[in-house]
Nanobody, 136 residues
């Protein structure tokens, strides 16, 4: 079983920065190292549907939503076979970035960043979410 734990959400002013962290740990049933899989950050604001923010695959290829390009970056640290960390650096935050941010891992072996970004409601393993509030 693979578990995800997010942290880093907070209340900030517009123009500020935050770094979200997600620690993925555990084993798949066939013990494939977590670095073989894709991670993503998704967000959902009140009354809105969940949307993909950023995804990263095993090759380090990344995808970003158009609304965050130039402001957000995603990165990962494959520190151990059964423990990977994924980060979302968010700069120049805007009011519309306010949402609950969820980390997810796609445990399909043939995943890629583009496909994961295109499927915000895919069959992923999800974290519990961390809240980002941006105010003026």
């Amino acid at each position: 079983e693979v578990n995800l734990v997010e942290s880093g959400g907070a209340s900030v002013q517009t123009g500020g920065s935050l770094r979200l962290s997600c620690v993925g740990s555990g084993y798949t049933y066939n013990k494939i190292p977590l670095r073989a899989f894709c991670f993503g950050w998704f967000r959902q604001a009140p009354g809105k549907v969940r949307e993909a923010v950023a995804t990263i695959d095993s090759r380090g290829d990344t995808e970003l939503a158009d609304s965050v390009k130039g402001r957000f970056t995603i990165s990962r640290d494959n520190e151990e076979d059964h423990k990977n960390s994924v980060y979302l650096q968010m700069n120049n935050l805007k009011f519309e970035d306010s949402a609950v941010y969820y980390c997810a891992i796609d445990l399909h072996y043939d995943c890629d960043a583009t496909s994961m970004r295109a499927r915000p409601n895919g069959s992923y393993t999800w974290g519990q979410g961390t809240t980002v509030t941006v105010s003026s």
